[in-house]
């Protein structure tokens, strides 16, 4: 669904991200753990178009996202709550469902969906400001998922949550990827990773210093809190294992 | 394209329904200045004195009423370059009637062109002219006299600079000045929402949606653009029903708007680029707006400006809107006339657009 091949994203001389590759299949979790500015927000702006590399390719569904179409199947959860605050729940999420070219019933049914899905249909007329953050988080990602993506990427979706929300917020994501949607996944918590993906990527200073399968049981072998204790050595001195 | 840019159109127009301090500062603002301005400029205290320069007059006769009028206590000759309210042309052949002559002494013309703003400056040099002459042939012909009544033997002709009519009324000057306002207020509010959109994380989103950017920017532009119309349109209405302001071609000021509308646009784009923190762009623009206005006449009438600033002023996209929506209602000039600033405006909002497009779209490609 998703791939990135020695992708390489340059800020000036710095090297954002160093020779990336990896893949997210249909009904994949795949995290990307990392300490700040390991390029994890690079990565995310690679895979969703907003940026492009500047050696390597990222492809979604083997075409490049910087084309409109490509993105077609693509929802996309910033760390920002990127709705309009004036607007309300179901405005935000008609207005992005709309931008597709979707027929206006078809819109509405995605819409009611969406909004189902994240349990805020009791809220959905009320105005984005007025919400708590969890509540706001939840339609942040209601939004993404108007149009029926077939691949989601989270940026750090939980941050700021508490563990009510954060609970409610991981659940939805392990839903959709059981309903066969690939999802990518920033986080810096160490115990959402365990949890929740079927992999985990560690990147640091732009490269990806070890990868985690619960496929291969690498992940599932670890108990909890290794991860942490595995991040914590390979960012200390940075060498590459996998 | 169209259809996305027409979708983000009507987003952020229906925000901006919303949200009321904007809407107050892009509607209400420009209409409570034509108001406010329009109402001061028709009471304003008339002037007790007026700048004149003065061509010629060197020899004979022409030179004995330029002294006279230099005398006048009402009069200023305004030096080589300096701004003057007229210009008075006394030719070197000007002959004064000799008194004596029987009946009653022929008038000679003599020509003053004022600028079209300053109707009562006008009746003082046309006063003072006629004083001066009569003061001139008495001096000459009576030196001994003193306060001999009589027809003065000049006749005094007021013509327009550029041939244009006065208004009739102070809002014909100042609904023009709020249109300007209404055009630049929008570029403020909109630029600086955008600033704020793009701290908010909407426009990452907008950019990951599968349409193109350039169609979201553009909708962002069209809001604009259609505010900052429907506001001068709006103006020109209430200016045109209720307070008399003359529009001389309806088809010029319809493009004198649309050229504005679109300068708006391009305007918006530069203002969304000048901070990434919506305060500091909110406050840059407003300090901006500030400056072109002045500068462009949408504060004080470029007439009452000293010379450098009236050329430094040129530059400003305010004039070329203030010269194009008077040149369509009460200036009455020619499609030619008009064709400069309409222009100008366009190639502003084209400009500043494509500019302003470019570099907003490279600093939000980042999350």
């Known amino acids: 669904m998703l791939s990135f091949r020695e992708v390489e994203v340059r800020y000036a001389e710095r090297r954002a991200l160093d020779r990336v590759s990896f893949d997210v299949a249909p009904g994949e979790i795949v995290g990307l753990l990392g300490p700040n500015g390991a390029g994890k927000s690079t990565a995310i702006a690679a895979a969703t178009g907003l940026l492009g590399p500047d050696a390597g390719t990222v492809r979604i569904n083997g075409a490049d996202p910087k084309s409109p179409r490509a993105r077609r199947p693509l929802g996309l959860v910033t760390q920002q709550i990127g709705l309009y605050e004036d607007l309300t729940v179901r405005q935000n999420i008609r207005l992005f469902a709309s931008l597709p070219g979707c027929e206006r019933r078809a819109i509405n049914a995605s819409m009611h969906r969406a909004i189902e899905r994240v349990g805020l249909a009791d809220r959905a007329t009320d105005r984005v400001g007025r919400l708590s953050l969890g509540l706001k988080r939840r339609a942040h990602i209601a939004a993404s998922l108007a149009h029926a993506p077939r691949l989601l990427v989270l940026d750090e979706p939980t941050a700021g949550l508490d563990p009510h929300a954060r609970a409610a917020v991981l659940e939805l994501v392990h839903q959709l990827a059981a309903d066969g949607v690939a999802v990518l996944f920033t986080t810096q918590l160490f115990d959402e990773a365990e949890r929740l993906c079927h992999r985990v990527l560690i990147l640091h200073g732009g490269r990806i210093i070890s990868e985690r399968s619960a496929r291969d049981e690498q992940l599932g072998e670890l108990k909890a809190g290794e991860l942490e204790r595995l991040f914590m050595q390979l960012t200390a001195n940075g060498s590459r294992s996998s | ?367």
């Open chain 2, 1 to 367: 394209m169209i259809r996305t840019a027409l979708l983000i159109a009507i987003n952020d127009l229906h925000r901006l329904v919303l949200d009321r301090t904007a809407l107050a500062f892009t509607l209400l603002f420009p209409l409570g200045f034509g108001l406010f301005y329009g109402m001061v400029v028709s009471e304003v205290a008339p002037p007790h004195h007026a700048t004149v320069a003065v061509i010629g007059g060197d020899s004979g006769d022409a030179s004995l009423v330029r002294d006279e009028l230099l005398a006048h206590p009402a009069i200023e000759f305004a030096e080589p370059g300096e701004p003057a309210d007229a210009v008075l042309r006394l030719p070197d052949d000007l002959t004064l009637p000799r008194m004596g002559t029987p009946g009653e002494l022929p008038q000679t013309l003599i020509s003053v062109e004022l600028d079209p703003r300053r109707i009562a400056e006008g009746a003082i040099v046309k006063s003072a002219v006629r004083a001066a002459s009569w003061q001139a042939t008495l001096h000459r012909d009576l030196p001994a006299s003193r306060d001999v009544a009589g027809q003065p033997p000049v006749r005094v002709e007021l013509t327009w600079r550029g041939g244009v009519t006065p208004p009739e009324s102070g809002f014909s000057l100042s609904f023009p000045q709020a249109v300007v306002w209404a055009v630049l207020a929008c570029a403020a509010t909109f630029g600086a929402s955008m600033v704020a959109e793009r701290r908010a994380g909407t426009l990452a989103r907008l950019r990951a949606a599968p349409v193109g950017f350039h169609a979201v920017i553009l909708g962002k532009a069209l809001a604009c653009a259609a505010v900052a119309g429907t506001t001068g349109l709006a103006l020109a209405a209430i200016g045109t029903i209720w307070l008399g302001v003359p529009v001389a071609h309806p088809a010029q000021a319809g493009a004198a708007l649309i050229a504005a509308a679109i300068a708006s646009a391009g305007l918006m784009m530069l203002v969304a680029t000048l901070s990434s923190r919506r305060a500091a762009a909110g406050q840059i623009a407003w300090a901006i707006v500030l400056v072109l206005a002045m500068s462009g006449g949408a504060m004080l009438p470029v007439a009452f400006m000293p010379e450098w600033l009236q050329q430094a002023g040129a530059l400003s996209p305010a004039r070329w809107a203030i010269e194009a929506l008077e040149a369509a209602t009460w200036r009455r000039s020619t499609w030619a006339d008009l064709s400069q600033p309409l222009t100008l405006l366009i190639g502003t909002g084209v400009g500043g657009f494509v500019v302003g497009h470019a570099i907003f779209a490279r600093s939000t490609a980042r999350l």
